[in-house]
């Protein structure tokens, strides 16, 4: 006598979803593997920092003639340096770029948790010319091969997901059309009136917004709470900051997103803008009054420190210490000179940062502690600083030199002995 009915559906139940489950381990054991394809992204340098700078300012949409059409170079490397920036924002990955002619490919290989399948995902995405944006001609992620309509839907969905569609939107309608040359591409694009603020908008959700609102006002009121006084000391503004991003934190909030948005908002601060200048959304809020941020007695310790922080919260730290050497070489060529005391305020700051994230509630906890200047950098004052280029060079044999490595490592050294940042 044959199974009944019921019994003869729950056995097939039972098997379709012991085929699925042989699916998903063999998809899983095809998609995982046990080494990285690509290696960790070398580190950024300072002449890095500089080639985006010059695209940045070469291509500036707020000096753009709306609907005028223009072309960027843009090498393998630019494309790198930015992979590695969101790679270092999102997950722990190495990326890799090839542009040959009509074709790019991009690598990509992500640190997974323990699992029985394999520790990296390795993403291997071919894309093909075409007379307006790049199209996907194969995607493998591991050993499994992904159909190119797949592929593109599934880049409609995260985007959607993340929510930046509407930041996907505006790049095609910016774009007009990307081609692929060895080792370089050219992009043409026309930003329209729009299109800064577009950008500007969409960049923070709705209640990423919100938080950034409730800083920017709290710092508003510390501003005016001595409003015959120019100069203010940075810890004066800070610690009641960060004692905000305690209580939000305390009440359910995420500490992490509250340390960042309570660094974002004092970055600003020190750089004298508010807001708006980043968040057109933002330009009706009130403003803080106009000061000079203090730290150990010097009125450029506070960006240097906040902007390194602000750099390091976003997951960028390699790239905070890059804009930083930047800047001091720069400084030797045609500036004020090398000085490692600004390098200490730099580094200080990137440490500052990545403790904000990685420990973001002790942070606040240690924050809550009386603070002082010392607190948030070392003692500096034997360190050499005002080194024209020669000087330098003299001295330290340059950048990655032996002499300047040993430099570095005390700075390091005398920034893990602070009590915060250790």
Do not use: C
């Not at 695209?55 to 790198?80: I, K, M, Q, Y």
């Not at 590695?84 to 090839?98: D, N």
């Not at 709470?225 to 810890?235: F, H, T, Y």
């Amino acid at each position: 006598m044959g199974l009944k009915p019921w019994r003869r559906l729950l056995w097939l139940l039972l098997t379709l979803l012991a085929v699925l489950a042989l699916v998903v381990v063999a998809a899983s054991s095809a998609a995982l593997q046990s080494e990285p394809a690509v290696a960790q992204d070398a580190a950024i340098g300072h002449d890095d920092v500089a080639r985006a700078l010059s695209l940045l300012r070469t291509h500036d949409p707020r000096r753009a003639r709306a609907g005028a059409v223009s072309t960027a170079l843009v090498r393998e490397r630019d494309v790198e340096v930015m992979l590695s920036h969101g790679a270092r924002r999102w997950v722990q990955a190495g990326s890799r770029v090839s542009f040959q002619r009509h074709a790019a490919t991009l690598q990509l290989s992500a640190h997974l948790p323990p699992n029985p399948f394999g520790r990296w995902l390795n993403i291997d995405l071919e894309l093909a010319e075409t007379s307006g944006l790049p199209a996907v001609q194969q995607l493998r992620v591991g050993r499994l091969p992904v159909p190119a309509w797949l592929a593109e839907w599934t880049v409609v969905q995260l985007a959607s997901h993340l929510g930046v569609q509407a930041e996907l939107d505006l790049v095609g309608q910016v774009v007009k059309r990307v081609r692929f040359l060895p080792q370089q591409s050219l992009v043409t694009y026309a930003w329209q009136n729009d299109s800064m603020s577009r950008l500007l908008d969409g960049l923070l959700p709705a209640d990423e917004l919100a938080r950034l609102r409730v800083y920017s006002d709290r710092v508003t009121a510390l501003s005016w709470n001595e409003p015959q006084s120019w100069d203010m000391p940075l810890v004066a503004v800070l610690q009641p900051m960060f004692e905000l991003a305690r209580q939000r934190a305390a009440a359910g909030g995420d500490a992490a997103a509250e340390n960042r948005a309570a660094l974002t908002v004092l970055t600003l601060m020190a750089n004298g803008r508010g807001i708006g200048t980043v968040v057109p959304s933002a330009r009706q809020w009130p403003r803080p009054r106009p000061v000079r941020l203090l730290l150990a007695g010097r009125t450029d310790f506070p960006l240097h420190f906040l902007v390194s922080a602000a750099l390091a919260t976003e997951g960028t730290g390699p790239l905070s210490q890059a804009i930083g050497l930047y800047k001091e070489v720069t400084d030797s060529r045609r500036g004020s000179g090398f000085s490692f005391q600004d390098m200490a305020a730099n580094r200080a700051g990137t440490r500052f940062g990545e403790l904000l994230l990685r420990e973001p509630q002790a942070m606040q906890q240690r924050l809550a502690a009386p603070l002082r200047d010392e607190d948030l950098v070392p003692a500096v004052q034997d360190l050499p600083e005002y080194m024209p280029e020669a000087e330098f060079l003299r001295r330290f044999g340059g950048v990655g030199a032996p002499a300047y490595e040993r430099v570095l490592s005390d700075i390091d050294s005398r920034i893990t002995g602070l009590r915060l940042l250790r």
